[in-house]
């Protein structure tokens, strides 16, 4: 079954970054795409970017776009959300979900646990 | 970027009745809307895509119509296990962005 398995809490000081994993397994790791959302305290949820495992093509969210790098490492079927100069902010929960199907019937079908990321003196 | 707008923000229903959550988007999305539950400290679960499409497991009293800018989440008969927070969300541009959310709770 599909699984995405992300990596723990982190607490982080301001200007810091942090780094985020998302293990895949359960499906074809390079046939998918893995999007990356957070969700801050009591907030809706805020798209930030997302990766092709396959051809490793990016694609960020304006907002994020200077300080947001996905990646993916293949052979491990793990990808990465990695966002610097963190600010008080950026306290959130981060999800990576998979993209799944076509035109208008794409969607994120599985999301991961999400991890907690607290930004703090 | 599109916005998106749930009406109502917060719905207080009780078990058995009949809810409709709607989500406005800024401008035309033709069918590029997907609606998720969340529950308190979970990962959203999607419930329908392309507007009107049933994700597998989901039960068949959750439906979503509409195309275009208006479209509408109804779940009949509510069971205790609706009770959470449901969200809307546009794929047709980029940034994808979510509504604020709609939270249900029970009567």
């Known amino acids: 079954q599909v699984q995405l398995v992300q990596s723990g809490a982190e607490v982080k000081k301001p200007g810091a970054s942090v780094s985020v994993s998302c293990k895949a397994s359960g499906y074809s790791f390079i046939n998918y795409g893995i999007h990356w959302v957070r969700q801050a305290p009591g907030q809706s949820l805020e798209w930030m970017g997302w990766i092709h495992a396959g051809s490793g093509d990016t694609k960020y969210s304006q907002k994020f776009q200077d300080r947001v790098t996905i990646t993916r490492d293949t052979s491990a079927t793990t990808l990465y959300m990695q966002l610097s100069s963190l600010r008080y902010d950026d306290t959130a929960v981060y999800y990576c979900?998979?993209?799944?199907?076509?035109?208008?019937?794409?969607?994120?079908?599985?999301w991961g646990p999400g991890t907690q990321v607290t930004v703090s003196s | 970027d599109i916005h998106l707008t749930q009406s109502p923000s917060f719905l207080s229903a009780s078990i058995g009745d009949r809810v409709t959550v709607t989500c406005r988007a800024s401008q035309g999305i033709g069918r590029y809307l997907t609606w998720y539950q969340q529950k308190p400290g979970k990962a959203p679960k999607l419930l329908i895509f392309?507007?009107?499409n049933l994700h597998s497991g989901v039960p068949s009293r959750f439906t979503g119509s509409g195309s275009g800018t208006e479209f509408t989440l109804t779940i009949n008969s509510l069971q205790p296990e609706d009770f959470a927070t449901y969200y809307c969300q546009q794929l047709n541009t980029y940034p994808i962005t979510f509504g604020q959310g709609t939270r249900l709770e029970i009567k």
């Open positions: 979900a998979r993209w799944y199907g076509s035109g208008n019937l794409m969607t994120f079908d599985y």
């Open positions: 392309g507007a009107s």
